[in-house]
């Protein structure tokens, strides 16, 4: 049984069988997301579909060298055709430590510059409301992150001790919060609702019509 970090590392790319789901995909006016694929799967990926693809949650793999994260080269190619990097709110956004609202900030604005204003989105990949953090809530953390890596699947970058959210946007008002917080570093409204939202809604339009 592979572990997650030996699969990362030994990606095989897109197999034949992987190029004719994708073309299934895109005949379905279905979403491609390769969020979780390898550099070379992503790549691959992106070049073999028909129709613009997403990245819908991952992180800046130039800011911070975490195999969870995207390199630049696969987000230009993802914009190229018109696809959607999105941003997540996940530890994989520092090296170690509890990530807070300058880690997501500066991922936010290193992906526009790679892919420009019209293809980059936030991505949570965390529920609505939250995590309440006490006692109960930090054991259950430690529970799950040593569950996974016992069965070796704990990506580089979890830890016990760090919970799948950013510190400042753990809440619902989270978008009110980030909009604020880009504005104050200068971002014009236009960009701020393309990527809170726009950017994802004009994809959905390009792949599944209407």
């Known amino acids: 049984i592979r ?13 034949d069988h992987g190029r004719a789901v994708v073309a299934k995909i895109n005949a379905a006016r279905v979403l491609l997301d390769l969020s979780h694929a390898a ?39 993802l914009a190229r055709k018109g696809g959607v990097f999105g941003v997540y709110l996940m530890p994989f956004l520092r090296t ?15 992906a526009v510059d790679v892919c420009g204003e019209d293809h980059v989105s936030i991505g949570t990949d965390g529920p609505l409301f939250g995590f309440e953090i006490n006692d109960e809530t930090r054991a259950q953390q430690r529970r799950f992150y040593e ?19 950013v510190e400042g946007y753990n809440g619902i008002d989270r978008y009110d919060r980030i909009a604020s917080d880009l504005r104050r570093r200068g971002w014009r409204t236009g960009r701020i609702e393309k990527v809170l939202g726009g950017n994802l809604v004009r994809l959905y339009r390009d792949v599944w019509g209407g």
């Open 3 to 15: 572990t997650l970090a030996q699969t990362f590392a030994a990606p095989a790319g897109l197999s």
């Open 39 to 77: 550099p070379r799967t992503q790549a691959e990926g992106i070049a073999a579909s028909s129709a613009p693809a997403s990245i819908t949650h991952s992180g800046c793999r130039a800011l911070v060298d975490l195999p969870r994260n995207t390199h630049d080269a696969e987000m230009r190619a």
């Open 96 to 110: 170690r430590g509890q990530p807070g609202r300058e880690d997501l900030l500066r991922h936010l604005a290193h």
């Open 147 to 165: 569950d996974r890596a016992q069965r070796g699947i704990a990506a580089p970058g979890e830890a016990a001790d760090v919970f799948n959210m």
